[in-house]
């Protein structure tokens, strides 16, 4: 805000710093306000379990056990291709109620995005087809593969007690097979949990076993892709990112997009999108190119002794020849 002085013959403000004949006024003359904001899901988060619970009902069901777990904060919509399945009661809710909504939507390959209402939208992860296919020359400006270890285990270790006496019980399940396995180059990672919830050996391990099975689905090439401005494109969808490679060919590798960022002003500029790609998605897609038969998982053979005879002899050299 900016202040200016305006002269006015015939206007006189007693006591005013302003001279005679002179009005001071204030005009806005714009301004940038920052704001973060985040949707209604942080509400879920912050609700936290005061203590471990276990799904209610005799025959609980994944999206009637979501549906309880935040009804408090939203309505909750399940889209076409979600197949809902039965929950065991020996499933433990401990602390996190957002994080078992997102558990327990895992298991019926299922995840949520909020609507423009308001409300929570269960979408499944796979068998829906790209609403979008950005390739060189139709939209992409550019784009980056991203992997990390960060959350990469090979064995996880499920803790709990006995209901009779309060001993320990522990349960136990390793990655044996793949780079990641235990005890291979990935080294030793292991991940912990625990909860007063689970009483048996049995219970123990089969947590552990479905924490391992959830990561080996999980496993995923990020990418980061920048567009030219599309602004319906939104978290959840699924889109195919045409990939350059050598030689000019192109790869063309679908992904769920996990988050969304656009900018510019007053023009939109690009949009900026992170892309999960699951493993088995970019090994279909690189098998598909014209190199994709070439490629193999271990090194090729040295072909050096193998070149044939009429070749000759590579010619001596002497280092006061050379120019």
Request: aromatic share 10%; charged share 20%; with cysteine.
């Given at each position: 805000m900016n202040g200016y002085t305006l002269p006015e013959y015939g206007y006189l403000e007693p006591d005013s710093a302003a001279a005679p004949h002179e009005r001071r006024t204030f005009a806005f003359t714009g301004a940038v306000v920052d704001v973060?904001?985040?949707?209604?899901?942080?509400?879920?988060?912050?609700?936290?379990?005061?203590a471990p619970q276990s799904p209610a009902g005799t025959s609980p069901t994944v999206l009637g056990e979501v549906t309880r777990l935040v009804q408090r904060h939203f309505p909750m919509v399940?889209?076409?291709?979600?197949?809902?399945?039965?929950?065991?009661?020996?499933?433990v809710y401990d602390r996190e109620r957002l994080e078992a909504v997102q558990d327990l939507l895992a298991n019926i390959n299922a995840r949520f995005r909020m609507g423009g209402d308001g409300e929570m939208r269960v979408y499944p992860i796979t068998g829906t087809d790209p609403v979008w296919r950005v390739e060189p020359g139709q939209g992409l400006v550019s784009v980056h593969r991203k992997q990390t270890i960060d959350g990469l285990y090979n064995c996880w270790v499920v803790e709990g007690k006995e209901g009779a006496n309060g001993k320990p019980v522990t349960g136990t399940a390793y990655l044996r097979t793949g780079l990641l396995r235990w005890d291979g180059p990935h080294g030793r990672v292991p991940d912990?949990?625990?909860s007063e919830m689970i009483t048996t050996w049995s219970q123990a391990v089969a947590y552990a076993e479905t924490l391992r099975d959830r990561q080996a689905a999980s496993c995923a090439v990020e990418l980061e892709v920048e567009t030219v401005p599309r602004p319906e494109i939104q978290a959840g969808?699924?889109?195919?990112?045409?990939?350059?490679?050598?030689?000019?060919?192109?790869?063309?590798?679908?992904?769920?997009?996990?988050?969304?960022?656009?900018g510019g002003s007053p023009i939109p500029g690009p949009t900026?999108?992170?892309?999960?790609?699951?493993?088995?998605?970019?090994?279909?897609?690189?098998?598909?190119?014209?190199?994709?038969d070439h490629l193999t998982s271990s090194k090729p053979?040295?072909?050096?002794?193998?070149?044939?005879?009429?070749?000759?002899?590579?010619?001596?050299?002497?280092?006061?020849?050379?120019?």
């Open positions: 973060d904001a985040v949707d209604l899901t942080a509400d879920v988060d912050r609700d936290k379990f005061l399940v889209d076409i291709g979600v197949t809902d399945a039965s929950v065991s009661r020996k499933l912990f949990y625990s969808d699924r889109i195919e990112v045409g990939c350059p490679m050598p030689a000019g060919h192109v790869v063309y590798l679908p992904g769920e997009v996990v988050s969304v960022s656009a900026k999108f992170t892309v999960s790609c699951a493993y088995q998605d970019v090994a279909a897609a690189i098998g598909r190119t014209p190199f994709g053979a040295l072909t050096w002794d193998r070149m044939p005879s009429t070749w000759g002899a590579l010619p001596a050299l002497t280092w006061n020849n050379l120019p």
